[in-house]
Structures are given as structure tokens and as C-alpha cells.
């Protein structure tokens, strides 16, 4: 056991003189630096008996003199210090990451200026490119430093700079007619391979052709710097690749905000017009609304009409939740089409109760009708999800002529039109349509029974029905009536539920809650017990 306690102990001091684990990290302790405290503090006094080594490495005295609290706390500091401290092979590692990302960027920074003029004499971190000369030799010394001490050195040329860059002409103009080399350095640079490729550009006769083929941020960040050089140029090219590349939704939004941040007013508005536009009329709203709704109603191909229809409804939901949004659709435009839905929807009920030789083929009128009221229903949820559906309640209960057109003919033409008055209870139900009672309980006279008598076939045929929020909201209707229009329509219903069982809406629990308002919790008036008498009788012991 000793063997194996000295052997681990030897390990530990081999990885401690490696540099592998700090000193400190295994020396500290609380405890002993408090009991060893009086030799410390009298080696730290000057005592006799101290040499100036043990005065040098012992902590000061008060840090071991001072109360308990400040023991801890100052432990505490201590202990975190030495934790936080890197070890050599954490420093290794960062040194090897530094390493591998200076490596990359020089093998960048080589690419981009293997073509460079100047490539004769550029030094970047002591590395030379040595190539031909294309504009003679170089007179100005430009050096970039990126924020983490990079540096690039390259031997351009001062009529080129004082040519495309308003800022290096006006660095340039301070010297006058100095004709020897000057020394320009710019530091803190963001991004230093971005800068250095905007220096190449401005020898470019040819900017919108180098461009292509680049990636948007890419182009951001040329832009950025050609405007902080005042490379007019290059900031001309860069908004018209900008303006004419398509981006992606988070390009889209850095196009945005480079450009803001930029301030170049007028010079990006041709690319900003991809995203905004005069601000629109009200009425412009409208008809471009009442357009796209129309083609929706009157599609001839199902598939791109039921795709259309979801998309819209996506959109319209989007930006009703977009407090931003600008976009407010009318409610005379949607009321527009909803009599334009019931004058197509009333024309083919009637076409369909005439005499049999003015009717066209079964699967036609069928497919017909319910396209039509697939197009009401489809109108009157974006109704309810724009808070405009109570005059619709309204419009819909004074469809006397339609329901009894509705009454007339088989119930598998007609039993998509009763998904109408589900959708009406059921946001009812739900409060999102609030109509005075006369309204509600006119709906009910009006299309209730035919919503009984259809609702078997729209349980079995219609995928879309919700049979329990279909009941839920239909008894939750029922129970805002009166009490005595609650009384006539429950009694109603059950001796209908007797007869037809599941082809019955089963509205239990409204029933319930009437009757119990109706002969268990009432509520009316108090009753009159004037004429009741109370007689007292004794009981014999």
C-alpha cells in the first residue's frame, strides 16, 4: 500500500514539474495555512530565525490575523484563482488553436492576393509573396492589424489609394508633395481579410465581375469596409450584386441591418425596394385582398385551390398576430364575398330541387354545392378569426328561402351547407361571436333542424368535422337562450336523440345544466308563502 501511495505521489510530482497540474492546486489548504499562521507571521516579521526565502514565499500577516469571515472569503479568492489558472496543457491546446487559425488566414490571405499587383512585396506575419509588378513599384506602406495583433504589410501604390478612396486621399493630401515612401497603418481591424480584399478590388477594373459568384456576407462585409475607406466604387458594386442575387430569410435580414447601420440613404434604396414600397392605401389593401380571394373562390383546379386556401389563411393569421402589420382588410370587402358565396350557393340548391330534366348529373351537382359552401365556410372562419363575424349570424339566420331550398333536396347534396351552422355555434360556444339573443335563437329557427337531420352524414363523410367541439358548442349555445327557449329546444332533442341515436348530436351535459337550472338551482322570482301557516302543536311526554 505504501509502494502504490509513492508511486501515485511520483506521478503527481512528474505532471506537476510537466506543468500539467498547477502547483498551487494541490499545495493550498485552508486548514494548514491557519495552523501554520504564528511561524508564518513571525518569518514574515523579520524574526531571527526567518531567512529572507521563507520571508519572501510566506503570505502577508493579514491574511491569517484577520477574523474568520475574512479568512474564508480571502481563501475563498485564493481557491478560485488557482482553479481558474490554465494549465501547460490548456495553454498548449490554445496556443495550437491560435496556431491552426493564424495558418488559415495566411492560406487565405494568399489566395486572395496571389493576383494582387502588389503581390511583389506583401509581409504578413514575416511570410513574403513575391510576384510581378503591374503598376511599378509600390510608395506607400499599407499595414492592416486585426484585433488580435495579425498584421499584414503590403507595398501599394498612392495614386491608386488617393484615386478610389476618398479617406486615403485625404491621409494622403497631409503629406503634400512628399514624394519618399509613406506609412499607413490601420489597427483594431474587424476583419482583416475582408480589408485586405478591398485593397485588391480597388486595382480592379472590373468590380461587378470579381463579385460573382461570391456569397452575401461576403459582400456585407466588403461593403462595410469600401464605405469606411469611402470606396465609392466598390460600395456602387457591392449594392448592385446586393441588389440583384436572391437571399435567403436570415440574408434578408442582414441586408437590412448592414444597410441601416450603413446609413447610405439613397445609394441603397434600389435594394431596399425588394423589401419595402411606398406605404399602401387602405383601399390598395382591399383590392389586392378581394383579388387573391377571388381567384381562391374561383379556382378550377382543387389540389392548387385547397393549397392556396391554407396558405392565405396561414398568412392572414400571421399577420394578424404581427401588431406591425399594416395590412387592414375591410369588412365590406369579406361581406362582399360572402353574398357573392350565398347568390352561387342559392343558385345551385335550386337548380337541384327543380324538376329532374333541368338537372344536370349527380356527381356534378354534388361536387358543385359543396364547393360552394366549402367556399362560404372557408370565408366565414377568416370572419371569425378577424373578430367580423356577428353580422354574418345575422345574414346567415335570414336565409329562410335557402333552408327550405335546403329542406327540399337529398341530404348527400346538401349536408356540407350544415357545416356552416356548426361553425356559427361553435365559435358561439367558444364567445368568439357575440349577437344579441333574438339573433342566436333566430339562427336555431332557422337551420337547427336541418343541422339534426344532416348531421349523420357529416359525421361519416366530412374528415374535417370535430363531432365533440361540434356538441360542445351547440349545447353551450343553446344554454345562453332563455330559460323557456332552453326548455323547447332540449325537449326537442331528446326525443329526436331517442330516434336516431348517434346520427343525433349528443348534447347531454347542456341538457343536464337546463335541468338543473330549470327544477333543482332556481333562480326566478322569490315565491310568494304569504299563505302558508305555521301551527304549533305540543306533544304529549
Known amino acids: 500500500m505504501a509502494g502504490e501511495d509513492g508511486l501515485r505521489s511520483r506521478e503527481v510530482s512528474a505532471m506537476i514539474k510537466q506543468g500539467f497540474i498547477p502547483s498551487q492546486a494541490l499545495s493550498?489548504?485552508?486548514?494548514?495555512?491557519?495552523?501554520?499562521?504564528?511561524?508564518?507571521?513571525?518569518?514574515?516579521?523579520?524574526?531571527?530565525?526567518?531567512?529572507?526565502?521563507?520571508?519572501?514565499?510566506?503570505?502577508?500577516?493579514?491574511?491569517?490575523?484577520?477574523?474568520?469571515?475574512?479568512?474564508?472569503?480571502?481563501?475563498?479568492?485564493?481557491?478560485?484563482?488557482?482553479?481558474?489558472?490554465?494549465?501547460?496543457?490548456?495553454?498548449?491546446?490554445?496556443?495550437?488553436?491560435?496556431?491552426?487559425?493564424?495558418?488559415?488566414?495566411?492560406?487565405?490571405?494568399?489566395?486572395?492576393?496571389?493576383?494582387?499587383?502588389?503581390?511583389?512585396?506583401?509581409?504578413?506575419?514575416?511570410?513574403?509573396?513575391?510576384?510581378?509588378?503591374?503598376?511599378?513599384?509600390?510608395?506607400?506602406?499599407?499595414?492592416?492589424?486585426?484585433?488580435?495583433?495579425?498584421?499584414?504589410?503590403?507595398?501599394?501604390?498612392?495614386?491608386?489609394?488617393?484615386?478610389?478612396?476618398?479617406?486615403?486621399?485625404?491621409?494622403?493630401?497631409?503629406?503634400?508633395?512628399?514624394?519618399?515612401?509613406?506609412?499607413?497603418?490601420?489597427?483594431?481591424?474587424?476583419?482583416?481579410?475582408?480589408?485586405?480584399?478591398?485593397?485588391?478590388?480597388?486595382?480592379?477594373?472590373?468590380?461587378?465581375?470579381?463579385?460573382?459568384?461570391?456569397?452575401?456576407?461576403?459582400?456585407?462585409?466588403?461593403?462595410?469596409?469600401?464605405?469606411?475607406?469611402?470606396?465609392?466604387?466598390?460600395?456602387?458594386?457591392?449594392?448592385?450584386?446586393?441588389?440583384?442575387?436572391?437571399?435567403?430569410?436570415?440574408?434578408?435580414?442582414?441586408?437590412?441591418?448592414?444597410?441601416?447601420?450603413?446609413?447610405?440613404?439613397?445609394?441603397?434604396?434600389?435594394?431596399?425596394?425588394?423589401?419595402?414600397?411606398?406605404?399602401?392605401?387602405?383601399?390598395?389593401?382591399?383590392?389586392?385582398?378581394?383579388?387573391?380571394?377571388?381567384?381562391?373562390?374561383?379556382?378550377?383546379?382543387?389540389?392548387?385551390?385547397?393549397?392556396?386556401?391554407?396558405?392565405?389563411?396561414?398568412?392572414?393569421?400571421?399577420?394578424?398576430?404581427?401588431?406591425?402589420?399594416?395590412?387592414?382588410?375591410?369588412?365590406?370587402?369579406?361581406?362582399?364575398?360572402?353574398?357573392?358565396?350565398?347568390s352561387s350557393l342559392t343558385l345551385c340548391l335550386s337548380e337541384a330541387a327543380g324538376p329532374d330534366e333541368n338537372r344536370r348529373d349527380r356527381g356534378t351537382m354534388m361536387a358543385e354545392i359543396a364547393r360552394e359552401a366549402d367556399n362560404m365556410h372557408w370565408i366565414v372562419e377568416i370572419l371569425i378569426d378577424k373578430n367580423m363575424g356577428d353580422e354574418f349570424v345575422k345574414l346567415w339566420a335570414d336565409q329562410k328561402e335557402l333552408a327550405i331550398l335546403h329542406s327540399k333536396i337529398p341530404i348527400v347534396y346538401r349536408h356540407e351547407i350544415s357545416r356552416i351552422t356548426a361553425q356559427l355555434c361553435v365559435a358561439m360556444g367558444k364567445g368568439l361571436i357575440l349577437v344579441p339573443k333574438d339573433t342566436r335563437l333566430s339562427l336555431l329557427s332557422t337551420w337547427l333542424e336541418a343541422l339534426y337531420e344532416d348531421f349523420g352524414w357529416m359525421r361519416r363523410a366530412s374528415r374535417s368535422l370535430d363531432k365533440k367541439l361540434l356538441e360542445d358548442g351547440l349545447g353551450q349555445t343553446i344554454l345562453t337562450l332563455p330559460l323557456p327557449q332552453q326548455q323547447a329546444i332540449f325537449l326537442n332533442w331528446f326525443d329526436r336523440y331517442l330516434n336516431k341515436g348517434d346520427d343525433c348530436p349528443d348534447i347531454q351535459k347542456a341538457f343536464e345544466i337546463w335541468w338543473r337550472r330549470a327544477f333543482i338551482r332556481q333562480h326566478g322570482p322569490e315565491l310568494n308563502n304569504s299563505h302558508l301557516q305555521i301551527t304549533v302543536c305540543g306533544y304529549p311526554n
Not at 526567518?50 to 474564508?72: D, V, W
Not at 461593403?223 to 466598390?234: E, P, Q, R, Y
Request: a neutral charge; one cysteine or more.
Open 28 to 342: 493550498f489548504s485552508p486548514s494548514r495555512a491557519t495552523a501554520n499562521a504564528p511561524s508564518l507571521a513571525r518569518g514574515a516579521l523579520g524574526s531571527p530565525s526567518s531567512s529572507p526565502s521563507k520571508t519572501l514565499s510566506s503570505p502577508s500577516p493579514p491574511r491569517f490575523f484577520a477574523s474568520s469571515s475574512s479568512s474564508s472569503a480571502a481563501a475563498s479568492a485564493s481557491a478560485q484563482q488557482v482553479l481558474t489558472r490554465p494549465t501547460l496543457f490548456e495553454m498548449m491546446s490554445q496556443e495550437q488553436h491560435r496556431l491552426e487559425s493564424s495558418n488559415a488566414l495566411k492560406s487565405r490571405l494568399s489566395k486572395i492576393l496571389s493576383n494582387a499587383p502588389f503581390v511583389n512585396n506583401v509581409v504578413a506575419n514575416g511570410v513574403e509573396w513575391n510576384g510581378d509588378l503591374g503598376f511599378g513599384s509600390g510608395d506607400v506602406r499599407l499595414t492592416v492589424v486585426s484585433r488580435d495583433g495579425f498584421r499584414v504589410s503590403m507595398d501599394v501604390h498612392r495614386r491608386v489609394l488617393s484615386e478610389k478612396s476618398r479617406y486615403f486621399a485625404e491621409k494622403l493630401r497631409r503629406d503634400g508633395g512628399v514624394s519618399h515612401a509613406v506609412d499607413i497603418e490601420i489597427s483594431e481591424c474587424d476583419d482583416l481579410e475582408v480589408y485586405v480584399e478591398t485593397v485588391v478590388l480597388m486595382y480592379s477594373e472590373d468590380l461587378k465581375k470579381r463579385l460573382i459568384g461570391e456569397g452575401v456576407d461576403k459582400v456585407l462585409g466588403l461593403l462595410k469596409v469600401s464605405s469606411a475607406i469611402m470606396f465609392d466604387i466598390g460600395i456602387t458594386a457591392c449594392l448592385e450584386y446586393l441588389e440583384a442575387v436572391p437571399w435567403s430569410n436570415d440574408e434578408e435580414e442582414k441586408v437590412i441591418s448592414h444597410l441601416r447601420q450603413l446609413q447610405l440613404h439613397d445609394s441603397a434604396a434600389e435594394v431596399l425596394h425588394r423589401v419595402s414600397a411606398e406605404p399602401s392605401t387602405s383601399s390598395r389593401a382591399d383590392d389586392i385582398f378581394l383579388r387573391l380571394l377571388s381567384g381562391v373562390l374561383q379556382a378550377k383546379d382543387d389540389k392548387a385551390r385547397r393549397e392556396m386556401k391554407s396558405l392565405i389563411s396561414r398568412l392572414l393569421r400571421e399577420e394578424a398576430s404581427d401588431c406591425s402589420s399594416s395590412l387592414d382588410v375591410s369588412r365590406g370587402s369579406l361581406y362582399h364575398l360572402c353574398h357573392r358565396c350565398l
